[in-house]
């Protein structure tokens, strides 16, 4: 980096280097055709949204006066990262020993949840969560709070300090689970309006209705959070589904009369544009179509997957051309054992292999950007490099490590480049990440790091 970059908020930034994103859904589209790179781009940051975006010798008469440049040789930037499933209460238990699912909530989930009740913890792990976010590469994330509204209040009050575009919730849950971490379907209903109308659209804030999963929601708390949904416009919903044998087994008896555990999150209306549904490892052909049909979102989470040994999601039976169903990329921590997506796309690639599958680069590069995007339907503000686009960025270094910039020196291609990354790469390769144009994170000078995420 030639120049440190200053702060502000109507901060006008020039960056330069080599950068990729997307012209096209890489499953729809050839991915060659998909990617864009630029070997030597100039993004121009105006009022935290991308005003310039294009070759730089092209545009460099388009910066204004007085304005450095901020060169990454070496780098490659791109969109900041989307993690569409992650619950930060849960970052404390990150690689807990020994269980699969049913038996992991009950034994570290949900005592470590149960201290959230404390809004000073609340908030300590909600900061060290988004810094460690930012950290990634992650500008945006589909987030579980806990139960408690002021695990809402504390994770939408430090993710507006930054001014990152977050999608969080309140958890629902009103069975089968400890006393202290179950609400009332009535009273779940009254938070949530309330944590609504205290943060859905405020700034780059979005809520998203969260019943935790069919287990843990009576019907009547389904129902209401269908109800919920009707209530404003452009809210989410997040939850689980069909993660896991014996999971799927209980949800069949608690719910004899539906015909498919997605169809118990149909009937109470919780299945459209902007839901999102987590796992979706043990769904069918009739799921695949329901999804498609409803416009809603699968969150892929293939490092939770592999470490609660919950199955292997069907990528590319979900994105089928005949009836492509929107897919993101979830760490899920604490059952994804990291936040980076980076790490998410190396599990992605070896979870595609062992179902005879072959991940390109291109298509895992736009899962964790523009593909996590359009699940959200966000796609029209992040997710991509173009002019208009909210600058959320991330520069990626491809040779971060002795090994990765050994093998870096044999990359021909930029697909090559991007598969290192995705291989080898964690958060040691993200040199910077910029939210709406600010720099928040900066490897190699922690001088530069945002207030918001400072410790000190
Ligand atoms: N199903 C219900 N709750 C959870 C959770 O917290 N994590 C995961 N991975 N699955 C769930
Ligand atoms: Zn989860």
């Known amino acids: 980096m030639t120049q440190p970059p200053s702060s502000g908020p109507t901060t006008t930034r020039a960056l330069r280097g080599r950068a990729v994103t997307f012209r096209a859904d890489p499953f729809l589209d050839d991915p060659a055709h998909a990617l864009v790179h630029e070997d030597d781009a100039l993004i121009l940051i105006e009022d935290g949204r991308i005003s310039r975006f294009g070759p730089f010798e092209a545009l460099r008469h388009t910066i204004p006066d007085g304005i450095p440049v901020t060169t990454y040789p070496d780098s490659l930037l791109s969109a900041g990262f989307v993690d569409t499933h992650v619950h930060y209460p849960q970052l404390p238990m990150i690689a807990a020993y020994g269980e699969q699912l049913l038996e992991w909530l009950e034994r570290y989930t949900f005592p470590t949840e149960a201290k959230f009740a404390d809004p000073g913890h609340a908030r300590a792990v909600a900061r060290r969560f988004l810094r460690e976010l930012l950290r990634a590469g992650t500008t945006t994330a589909a987030v579980y709070c806990t139960v408690h509204p002021q695990s809402v209040d504390a994770f939408f009050d430090e993710s507006a300090r930054l001014n990152t575009r977050m999608v969080a919730g309140k958890v629902l849950m009103d069975r089968n689970a400890p006393d202290d971490l179950r609400d009332t379907a009535q009273g779940g209903y009254d938070d949530s309006l309330a944590l609504i109308d205290r943060w859905h659209r405020r700034g780059r804030q979005l ?149 005879g599958r072959r991940l390109h680069p291109a298509q895992a590069f736009w ?54 990354l995705m291989m080898l790469g964690d958060d040691r390769s993200v040199r910077a990440t910029y939210v709406a144009g600010e720099l928040v994170h900066d490897r190699d000078d922690p001088a530069h790091t945002h207030p918001a995420v400072s410790f000190r």
């Not at 600058?391 to 291609?413: H, S």
């Open 207 to 355: 809520y998203a209705v969260t019943p935790r999963f069919a287990a843990t929601s009576t019907e009547e708390q389904l129902d209401l959070a269908g109800s919920l949904l009707r209530q404003r416009d452009g809210l989410f919903m997040q939850t689980h589904l069909a993660e896991n044998t014996a999971e799927i087994a209980w949800i069949r008896r608690l719910f004899p009369n539906r015909a498919s555990y997605l169809d118990v999150y149909a009937h109470a209306g919780l299945v459209g544009p902007r839901s999102v549904l987590g796992h979706a490892v043990h769904v069918d052909e009739d799921d695949f179509c329901t999804c498609h049909q409803a416009g809603c979102a699968l969150a892929h989470c293939p490092t939770s997957n592999l470490f609660l040994g919950s199955g292997s999601f069907r990528l590319f039976d979900a994105v089928d051309v005949r009836r492509p169903v929107r897919v993101g990329l979830g760490t899920d921590v604490g059952a994804g054992t990291s936040l980076s997506q980076l790490g998410s796309l190396n599990e992605a690639y070896k979870v595609a292999q062992a179902t």
């Open 367 to 420: 899962l964790a950007t523009a593909g996590g995007a359009r699940s959200l339907y966000l796609d029209d503000r992040i997710g991509t490099l173009a002019v208009g686009m909210e600058a959320d960025l991330c520069v990626l270094d491809p040779k971060a490590t002795p090994l990765m910039a050994q093998r870096a020196e044999t990359c021909e291609t930029i697909e090559d480049l991007l598969f290192i």
